[in-house]
Nanobody, 120 residues
């Protein structure tokens, strides 16, 4: 069974940094686009950043220049380096990946989320 497991969340002061990781495991044939989403209390889940297998990345305008997404294809892992954090970045951050297995082509999987809290 395919699983995405996030780590690296926590409490940080405004202006600080955190690095999130998300490792995919299971019967993976290929790992395509990977991304990070977030959901703040009372708000809808929103895209933060996405990266293709080849390394092309796109960011939400609210995090452009502060966050950086990367991946290690050999480890089936995606990272999100978050710098200059703001209180409005407080949210549960979810990992997302399009994964091809022997049963499904490009199926979307989600992690359970990791909480990031930025204090002012």
């Amino acid at each position: 069974q395919v699983q995405l497991v996030e780590s690296g969340g926590g409490l940080v002061q405004a202006g600080g940094s955190l690095r999130l990781s998300c490792a995919a495991s299971g019967p993976i044939f290929s790992l395509n686009n990977m991304g990070w989403y977030r959901q703040a209390p009372g708000k809808q889940r929103e895209l933060v950043a996405v990266i293709t297998r080849g390394g092309s990345a796109n960011y939400a305008s609210s995090v452009e220049g502060r966050f950086s997404i990367s991946r290690d294809n050999a480890k089936n892992t995606v990272y999100l380096q978050m710098n200059s954090l703001k209180p409005e970045d407080t949210a549960v951050y979810y990992c997302n990946a399009a994964i091809t297995t022997t049963s499904y082509y490009g199926r979307t999987y989600w992690g359970k989320g990791t909480l990031v809290t930025v204090s002012s």
